[in-house]
């Protein structure tokens, strides 16, 4: 298929730029933080600093990686395997979530930039899902060939069955 490369290389950019983002937005909150001083519930103020770079250094790093396995799967034009493809579905299903906590919080702008993301992730799978063939030419049914073949043999089976 000619689009799945620039997919996932868009979305691999995309995905970059966001933990850039992330980390700078958390860094923003933790100097926020250290120059308000101010404990919320009680909590030291020097643990939620030190929680505030935490999170966006790991949230950061979880995107990061996201974008990089998107660069090796658009560069070597490649499925992804199963890791791969878990990790991108947590990927999508963070930007989901995020999107439904963030339209409350910041607004519906904010929100569809996360939608879409989400959708540039979840198009990636599925321009590298199993039903993707590699030379471009799907099967005649469009229903793909695991679901074509078994199904025309499991009605035979059953026809013979009846017998």
Do not use: K
Request: net charge negative.
């Amino acid at each position: 298929m000619v689009t799945r490369r620039p997919i996932a290389l868009t979305t691999a950019a995309v995905l970059l730029t966001e933990a850039v983002g992330v980390v700078l937005l958390h860094s923003v909150l933790a100097a926020v933080l250290e120059n308000q001083r101010m404990s919320l519930a009680g909590l030291d103020p020097d643990a939620m600093i030190a929680g505030t770079w935490a999170m966006g250094g790991a949230f950061g790093v979880y995107l990061a990686v996201c974008g990089g396995v998107l660069v090796r799967v658009g560069a070597r034009d490649v499925p992804p395997g199963r890791w791969t493809r878990v990790l991108l579905i947590t990927c999508a299903i963070t930007h989901g979530v995020l999107g439904a906590v963030v339209v409350g919080l910041v607004g519906w702008g904010a929100f569809a930039v996360l939608m879409v993301v989400l959708g540039l992730v979840v198009l990636s799978l599925i321009a590298y899902g199993p039903g993707a063939a590699e030379d471009g030419q799907g099967p005649e049914d469009g229903l793909g060939p695991e679901f074509g073949h078994r199904d025309a043999q499991l009605g035979q089976e059953t026809a013979q069955q009846g017998q």
